[in-house]
């Protein structure tokens, strides 16, 4: 599971809870918001140099294989 991993974290210290990219202030919500604005993976990462390439394509890695479990 990515929450409370090195890529996703969530703390009531941090953004009031709201999942993180860990080590970051930067919401997951907020890439997902750029990837459906048709912005590209690295608009994002201009935008939010403290995430690392390898945080995103993990936690979209992740994100599928999860989706795809669910429904196989």
Same mark, same amino acid.
């Given at each position: 599971?990515?929450?409370?991993? @090195?890529?996703?974290?969530?703390?009531?210290?941090? %953004?009031?809870?709201?999942?993180?990219? =860990?080590?970051?202030?930067?919401?997951? !919500?907020? @890439? #997902?918001?750029?990837?459906?604005?048709?912005?590209?993976?690295?608009? *994002? #990462?201009?935008? *939010?140099?403290?995430?690392?390439?390898? !945080?995103?394509?993990? @936690?979209?890695?992740? =994100?599928?294989?999860? @989706?795809?479990? %669910?429904?196989?």
């Amino acid at each position: 599971m990515l929450k409370s991993s @090195l890529i996703i974290s969530a703390s009531p210290d941090i %953004m009031g809870g709201t999942p993180v990219f =860990a080590g970051t202030r930067v919401p997951v !919500q907020t @890439l #997902l918001d750029y990837l459906k604005a048709g912005e590209s993976i690295d608009d *994002f #990462l201009d935008g *939010f140099p403290t995430v690392t390439r390898d !945080q995103v394509i993990t @936690l979209l890695e992740e =994100a599928g294989k999860q @989706l795809v479990s %669910m429904v196989a």
